[in-house]
């Protein structure tokens, strides 16, 4: 069975991350950032760390700052991409928020990577028998268009990989059309009827049940207690628009 898993909260200067401790062993410091300790306003407020929301660049700007400060790295080497929905992973190097990508694979410890989420479930992949770790933003899209795969292409041995499920939203408030419903039906727990036509998605299992057919043993995936559903502590797209995007934050210990 996967592992459920409460992330540990910490002060890290200005800010309240929710640290995944368990991560520490296998020789990478993860976090995941909040709604609170950033500069931005309004629907924004206050640590939103995406640039493509409508936010202030300014703000926004500010607040990956102090999310750098926090994983101990430079700003340029807290490393984003231009987040599509789609199933690309791109390898990490100073510059690569310019790639249009939904992952980020390295095995460096001079750079944090960052993936951004406000319902989707962020996931880290870990190798701990090697440097090698990835960062994937999982929606339905990139669920359904093998993300994952693509991810876990980039390991020697996926059956030994440790995998993280962090905040998202939970299946009783995701809501789906059957044009949705239709490409997980065959999981089982992952789709339930809900009201007409309309049913409710568990993308933490859609998630967990991919890893363990693409190789990852069960016990080696932890899933987050914590949802997007309480959107005091995160950003949840489904709640309100617009909002922010809070993220998970992994690097390779040197």
């Known amino acids: 069975m996967p592992v459920p898993l ?13 640290c995944a401790e368990t991560f520490r062993q296998w020789g990478v410091e993860a976090f995941v950032t ?18 493509h929301v409508g936010d202030d660049p300014v703000d926004v700007a500010e607040n990956r700052e102090r999310v750098a400060r926090a994983v101990g790295i430079r700003a340029d ?3 984003f991409v231009d987040q599509v929905h789609g199933a690309r992973i791109v390898d990490a190097q100073v510059g690569t928020s310019i790639e249009k990508a939904d992952g980020l694979f390295s095995a460096r410890s001079d750079l944090a990577l960052a993936i951004m989420v406000a319902d989707c479930v962020p996931i880290l992949l870990v ?10 933003h999982a929606g339905w899209r990139g669920l359904k268009g093998e993300v994952l795969s693509n991810a876990l292409e980039r390991f020697t041995e996926p059956s030994s990989v440790r995998a993280l499920l962090g905040p998202s939203i ?5 809501q789906v059309g059957p044009e949705v419903a239709e490409y997980f ?10 009201q007409g036509d309309r049913s409710l998605l568990d ?7 991919l890893l363990v057919g693409l190789g990852l043993r069960d016990e080696h995936v932890s899933v987050c207690e914590e949802s997007t559903d309480e959107t005091t502590t ?21």
Do not use: M
């Open 6 to 18: 409460k992330l540990h909260c910490e002060e890290r200067g200005l800010l309240r991350v929710h």
């Open 34 to 51: 909040d709604r609170f300790g950033g500069v931005s306003v309004g629907p924004y407020e206050s640590l939103n760390l995406g640039l």
């Open 77 to 79: 080497h807290l490393i």
């Open 127 to 136: 190798d701990p028998d090697s440097a090698d770790f990835a960062i994937v």
């Open 170 to 174: 939970s299946a009783r408030r995701y």
């Open 185 to 194: 039906r065959d999981l089982p727990g992952a789709v339930h009827a809900d």
């Open 203 to 209: 993308l933490r299992t859609v998630a967990t049940l």
């Open 234 to 254: 995160f950003y949840s797209a489904r709640a309100q628009q617009p909002c922010g995007r809070f993220a998970l934050v992994a690097r390779r210990s040197s």
